[in-house]
């Protein structure tokens, strides 16, 4: 007898670690018997996984779970913006249920609540590595939750809460079974992936015939040994980083850094509430790169924050230059509710943040471009992420996915998503690298 299986739309905002929220609480789904769609059409009912970080993501959450509504009328709401059920309920009072981040238990009850599962032993079989959202090559490793932080920008320890790190080996079974699923690339990532392990105090566990600490070396030493690519995200350069630079010169792991900066001027630092010795920094930026020239360094910085002076900012970009970090993004400040940062004095006005936005990029694009030039006639390894009639699509070992450039090969479709090749760079520009295969 054939079962009808109920079935859950899912919309996910937000960044990976939200990805990885929507990820789980799929797996758990599809465990029970639920069919995941798409669609609002047809869905007995829609979850929302929110972001409430910045002004314009919590409006891009509230019009999401509005056009839910509209499209389906059953909706439910998890994620960051969940935290402000108030804000939601007001705007939406048609709204389900509300739920905060990772709360996956609590998702769960609610959709059970409204949507009762039906079980059937021939449907409810999900693949060991969970159900992804991302494509079958590459994937999010979560390796905790919360951050011991107090950056004055920042509510994600009201969101999310502290530091709550996962075992080694509840990690490394989670990677290992996703290489088995065919992943070629593991993004590990988590609000401060080289805190990993601090709350429970680098704890040992058991994994294969050894144990493993919980510590950010022994982590990566560990998945360098899955034979696999392993990229490490948001890492705050505390010394004991150093200590995975050979890992990333011997080839265990990429040789890339996302480290998010924020600024260069001591005082700015100081009212972030961030480390305020850039200039010790550059120090580790040239020791590292002496270590593993091939080194590529990802950051982030926020403009326009306030009290930020035209000498702060020129100091940010006399920073960068003297970095010359491979790939910047940059935001310009706002106020988010709840944060510490509301109430400090000289505001920066808009037509300011706004100038010195497009001069930061402007700066960065120039070294981009430079060090970019210097990978012409150069092989490089890349992994591919589509492949169509006019060629493939690929990443270097220094391209997340997302948020950096591609390596384009055009022409050369002999080859599929999540190949690994050698590519011989012909061509660049501020961005991205233009190749052909090595043969």
């Known amino acids: 007898m054939q079962v009808e299986r109920k079935k859950v739309g899912i919309v996910s905002l937000g960044c990976p670690k939200a990805l990885v ?22 869905a007995d009912v829609v979850l929302v996984n929110t972001c409430g970080f910045l002004n314009s993501a919590r409006e891009e959450s509230l019009e999401a779970i509005g056009e839910a509504l509209n499209e389906n009328g059953r909706v439910i709401v998890t994620g960051c913006l969940g935290t402000e059920a108030q804000l939601i309920e ?25 949507v009762p599962p039906t079980k059937n032993p021939f449907l409810d079989l999900i693949p060991e590595s969970g159900i992804r959202l991302t494509p079958r090559h ?50 590990v990532i988590s609000q401060d992936t080289s805190a990993y392990g601090v709350d429970i105090k680098y704890e040992e566990s058991r994994w294969k015939n050894r144990t493993v600490k919980a510590k950010f070396f022994d982590l990566c030493s560990e998945l360098g040994q899955l034979g ?33 900066f924020q600024h260069a001027s001591p005082k700015i630092l100081k009212s972030m509430r961030r480390p305020a010795a850039q200039s010790k920094q550059l120090e580790q930026l040239t020791q590292w790169r002496r270590l593993c020239p091939e080194l590529c360094i990802r950051s982030t910085f926020i403009v326009g924050f306030p009290g930020e002076t035209d000498e702060d900012f020129e100091e940010l970009l006399d920073w960068l230059k003297a970095a010359r970090l491979n790939r910047v993004g940059c935001f310009k400040y706002e106020n988010v509710p709840g944060a510490v940062a509301n109430s400090l004095p000289d505001p920066v006005a808009e037509e300011v943040k706004e100038e010195r936005y497009h001069r930061l990029m402007q700066t960065q694009q120039q070294i981009s471009a430079e060090l970019l030039a210097e990978k012409i006639g150069k092989k490089v390894d890349v992994i591919v992420d589509e492949v169509d009639a006019e060629g493939a699509i690929a990443r270097s070992v220094w391209d997340a996915p997302e948020i950096d450039g591609s390596v384009f090969i055009n022409g050369d479709t002999n080859c599929q998503p999540g190949d690994i090749l050698s590519v011989l760079v012909t061509r660049a520009d501020a961005y991205d690298l233009w190749g052909e295969v090595n043969k």
């Open 21 to 42: 929220d929507s990820e789980r609480i799929i797996t758990s789904l599809r465990s029970e018997g639920y069919e995941i769609t798409p669609t609002y059409d047809g």
């Open 90 to 114: 007001e705007k939406y009072p048609d709204v389900l249920a509300i739920t905060g981040p990772h709360q996956y238990e609590a998702v769960l009850e609610e959709i059970h609540k409204y």
């Open 138 to 187: 590459y994937a999010y490793l979560k390796i905790s939750e919360g951050c011991n932080n107090s950056c004055s920008f920042c509510i994600i320890p009201q969101l999310r809460g502290k530091l709550v790190s996962r075992s080694a080996s509840m990690v490394l079974h989670e990677a290992e079974a996703l290489a088995k699923a065919g992943v070629k690339e593991l993004l």
């Open 228 to 260: 696999i690519w392993v990229r490490l995200h948001y890492v705050y350069p505390y010394p004991h980083v150093d200590e995975v630079i050979p890992l990333m010169a011997e080839g265990a792991v990429l040789p890339y850094l996302d480290i998010p």
